[in-house]
């Protein structure tokens, strides 16, 4: 009887990121043989299972109703069937939503399984060329001022001996680019629209690639090759530089006021405040 049935498993489902034909052998079958599956964009993942002919139910579930659906779900894998959760692209979980479902499955003691396939990171890295011992991924920068200002002091921190890597969106890639000027020199990579028609990978300062994407358009990923041990700089820095570093902040409006950017730039260059004032003082009378 139906409901003396093992339960399902639920798949966490890695899709195409961009080209259809970047979908695994197992990915297919599984699409194909699933009861149901829950997807972020049921109209994206129509198209994907239209194009491989598989005729599934689609279920939505993205980031504002996975607590919502995750009884719905929980009650078909315990009747027997087994269901395959997809993102837009990529796999779930990862910058994307799916971790609750997964979450909540397993706490009902239902066998969870992942079908590996497409991603941004390994792509990007893969078509890189760097020689670095790991990376870190840091997923997308936070919105709010004081969480990305934290984020992108632990990325460049963290670049210092690993490549660092993380996505933008396109209305966002100039302030972001803005942003890391201020603690990265060296030239950093933009990878965009990866697996697409458009796909194009660009290497340069971030001033370069501001105006490399004047109008950006498409998604990107970002990555911060690690510090070449020569750009490690003895002493402290010059008048000049932090003067430099300060106007870079101010201008860009990147801190409420000129006591936090001289804040800032303590911070960056490991100075004291006062030692910012009194460089940016004598720079002042030197002009």
């Not at 269901?83 to 909540?104: E, Q, Y």
């Not at 396939?117 to 004081?146: D, H, N, R, W």
């Not at 000049?240 to 801190?255: C, D, K, P």
């Amino acid at each position: 009887m139906r409901g003396m049935s093992r339960p399902g498993t639920l798949y966490v489902v890695a899709t195409p990121i961009g080209h259809l034909e970047d979908i695994t052998l197992r990915a297919l079958r599984i699409l194909k043989t699933v009861a149901l599956v829950a997807a972020e964009d049921t109209r994206r993942t129509g198209n994907l299972l239209r194009h491989y002919d598989i005729h599934t139910p689609i279920i939505s579930v993205h980031e504002h109703n996975e607590h919502a659906r995750a009884p719905r779900l929980i009650e078909r894998l315990a009747a027997g069937d087994s269901v395959a959760l997809v993102t837009d692209a990529g796999t779930p979980g990862v910058s994307d939503p799916g971790a609750a479902i997964v979450a909540a499955v397993r706490s009902a003691g239902i066998r969870v399984e992942p079908i590996p396939g497409p991603s941004a990171v390994i792509a990007a890295i893969s078509a890189a060329g760097l020689k670095t011992e790991g990376f870190l991924f840091l997923g997308f920068a936070p919105i709010k001022s004081k969480a990305r200002k934290q984020w992108f002091k632990t990325a460049a921190n963290e670049a210092r001996n690993r490549a660092v890597i993380f996505f933008e969106a396109p209305h966002r890639l100039h302030k972001t680019l803005d942003e890391l000027s201020i603690s990265v020199k060296r030239p950093i990579i933009a990878a965009r629209e990866l697996t697409k028609i458009h796909e194009e990978m660009v290497f340069g300062t971030t001033a370069a690639l501001k105006s490399a994407f004047a109008v950006p358009l498409g998604e990107f990923t970002l990555i911060i090759p690690p510090q070449d041990p020569s750009e490690q700089v003895a002493g402290e820095a010059s008048d000049a530089e932090i003067s430099q570093l300060f106007g870079q902040i101010t201008e860009n409006n990147l801190v409420g006021s000129k006591r936090d950017a001289a804040r800032t730039v303590a911070e960056r260059l490991g100075l004291t405040t006062k030692v910012v004032y009194e460089a940016l003082e004598r720079n002042k009378l030197g002009q």
